[in-house]
């Protein structure tokens, strides 16, 4: 059983399409993450969700748009798609706060914009 | 906000050597330093832990060190083998945010 898990896994789509990446897990646990994976492997915090509710946004354009139904779902919604959002987008999830232990990752989103 | 440097960027060993990376972090409240594993294709995956309270910890054929004073913390690989080769991530955690390193690539040759 898949415990993080998101999807597509690869999207590729041209400049000005809207797209969205699903993400469900299956742990129980209460905090969800998005990060953003560049070309050069940077790995970059966007946004946290603790039981629904938004408490790390970082500074991303607001074109960006995480949205979580609930604890078990994060989705992420992409207006306007720019040149310079091709990344991996990987989904995540802890139980508590990150300072409590272990961050599940699921595999990864591979988004590419034309 | 916390800054983690990670070195080097790519290492490449021979099969049964040791291999080390090393993290220097800028946030003295960071309290919580741990080390993930990305294989190709894969999310990152955790392999090790250490907290502000602990210098050093072990399992089995890897080892962290943390150096508090002097804000680095280091990864030791011991007899390395072919399926550690990925890219290893240092983080360091202060409050609620969690801030990786660059990577580093390691390579390990048969």
Redesign the interface.
Known sequence: DTA?SQTPKYLVTQMGNDKSIKCEQNLGHDTMYWYKQDS??????MF?YNNKEL??NETVPNRFSPKSPDKAHLNLHINSLELGDSAVY?C?SSQG???T???F????SRLTVL | GENVEQHPSTLSVQEGDSAVIKCTYSDSAS??F?W?K?EL??????II?IRSNVGEKKDQRIAVTLNKTAKHFSLHITETQPEDSA?Y?CAG????????G??T?VLVKP
Do not use: C, H, M, W
Not at chain 1, 40 to 45: E, G, M, N, R, T
Not at chain 1, 105 to 108: A, M, N, R, S, T
Not at chain 2, 41 to 46: A, D, E, S, T
């Open positions: 993080v050069k492997k940077f790995l970059k915090i946290s408490i790390i990987f995540a706060t990150i300072n232990g272990e961050l990752f699921g595999e990864g | 309290n919580y741990p993930y990305q294709g894969k999310g990152p995956q955790l832990d890219v991530f955690a202060a409050g609620n945010k969690l801030t990786f660059g990577g690539r």
